[in-house]
């Protein structure tokens, strides 16, 4: 059998569905007095589907081990990560516990968002691992599949947040509450102002029209990233690339980019190739 994990809050569980099989336990319920379990309940989720909802005391981490070739072992072990908790209610977001003898200000933290390879980097502003730890907080709650606690080359501390779907970040103290940071993951809609996506056409090994050594592809990339660059200058409008470099997503990933982040616009950029030396002009197809 495979077993499939996820981590929910409110209060902290974690739910294991296993596939193409039928429970004989029923809708056994049973406390359980372990370091970090303290209840198991079981059903029949689907038709196809077994669940086994574990009750946590508190967030820990887990582990799938095969055993022999028709059984699993699920282990639930200390987690390599401390001074943080996920939570998956009314507000998903990440929770890191505040050291006074090292303090972290929202403003020094950096960010990346790299949406085309489904992370988000958040860098702290130096070595934090003794204070977060290390390692990997797994999750798979469908807005996220994990969080990496690493450090960089430089001795920052990274926390890379890999999507399962593009997300907004924003990080935030609450004054009322000032033993915690908090990173809040949230729809770009609930952020930007205006959406847009830039689609540079073709790509990869679609290289589009060509002639006299030319490539519709690097003309399209070309111009899509000083479009990019022209409308990084305005802070109310947030930018998404289908592609920024010399691959071929498929026409239904560009959609589902556009889809996922709810855009305003799409801009479809191409170039067409004609036998005449005299033709020019634009074409817009609204």
């Not at 390692?135 to 469908?142: A, F, H, S, V």
């Not at 779907?165 to 000032?178: F, G, H, L, M, R």
């Not at 930007?192 to 029209?209: C, F, L, M």
């Amino acid at each position: 059998p495979d077993a499939e994990i996820s981590r929910l809050s409110f209060p902290n569980r974690l739910v294991v569905d296993l596939p193409y099989t039928i429970n004989q336990l029923h809708g056994l319920e049973q406390q359980i007095e372990g370091k970090y379990i303290q209840g198991i309940r079981t059903s029949q989720f689907t038709d196809t589907t077994t669940r086994i909802v574990l009750d946590l005391k508190e967030q820990g981490d887990y582990e799938i081990q095969k055993q022999g070739q028709n059984g699993i072992v699920i282990k639930i072990t200390p987690p390599s990560y401390k001074n943080m908790e996920y939570e998956h209610g009314g507000i998903v977001q990440l929770k890191l516990k505040k050291d006074p003898n090292k303090p972290l200000i929202s403003g020094q933290i950096l960010t990346d968002d790299q949406y085309i390879h489904n992370k988000y980097i958040v860098r702290l502003p130096g070595d934090y691992t003794e204070i977060y730890g290390y390692g990997t907080m797994k999750i798979n709650d469908g807005i996220l599949d994990s969080i990496q606690i690493e450090k960089n080359a430089v001795g920052q501390t990274e926390l890379i947040f890999n999507q399962k779907k593009i997300s907004a970040y924003t990080i935030t103290e609450d004054t009322e509450d000032e033993e915690y940071l908090y990173i809040n993951i949230v729809s770009p809609r609930d952020v930007y102002k205006q959406i847009v996506v830039i689609d540079a056409g073709h790509g990869g090994s679609d290289p589009g029209a060509g002639a006299n050594g030319i490539r519709e592809k690097d003309i399209n990339l070309d111009i899509s990233l000083r479009l990019w660059q022209h409308l990084l200058q305005n802070p109310s409008i947030k930018v998404y690339m289908t592609r920024t470099t010399d691959i071929y997503p498929t026409l239904q990933e560009r959609v589902q980019l556009a889809e996922d982040v709810g855009a305003d616009l799409f801009i479809s950029i191409h170039n067409n190739a004609a036998g005449s030396a005299n033709a020019k002009g634009t074409e817009v197809l609204y």
